[in-house]
């Protein structure tokens, strides 16, 4: 291969471990989706909104993005990134850093306003910091749901970059031509 187009190619340890992690990553923001709920099994809000499990959801939210800022930021630091398939796993990994980000406020705010909750008897600021939380906590999970899909479209990104590389070195075995065979070893003349 020429060295330039083999500077193209990112090398398979460094995508396979790189969809190792994102899909870690992925796996993590889609089991938050499922798992954090909100509304009891009849589709209604708590009677008393539990502020620490919601302030958890942020906690873990948080944390989760910041398991994908830094995932970003390392690919953004490589080589790898200014490649033509490097290009839209940065961009991929970008959106997912911003979705991840956003979630992580809305699960805080969530919490804010199931403690607002807990504090208020009047029934119209009940009601409306009680369509807030339900509100603010859908659109977490849906910016959760963002992430992982973003999460999964870069890890979809370096699969087919594997493939090709994958395809492109049976082409060039098929291409090389057969070695010319060793030389026999020469008798002493006589």
Sequence with gaps: MRPDFERELIPRDDALHLIGALSVLKD???NATHQWELLDEDGHVPATPPYTVLLQ?????QDLSAEVLRLTAEFARSPHHTTRDGGPVLKHLA???TMSSYAASY???TAEHALALLRSTNPADRQYLSNNMVHDHATGRAYLRR???SLRDAGKELEDHLGFQRSLAQLTRQE???APPAPRPRGRPR
């Excluded at 959801?57 to 939210?61: F, Q, V």
């Design 95 to 97: 959106v997912a850093a």
């Design 28 to 30: 993590k923001a889609q």
């Design 57 to 61: 959801h942020a906690t873990d939210a």
């Design 176 to 178: 090389t031509p057969p």
């Design 107 to 109: 699960f805080a705010e």
């Design 147 to 149: 992430t992982s899909e």
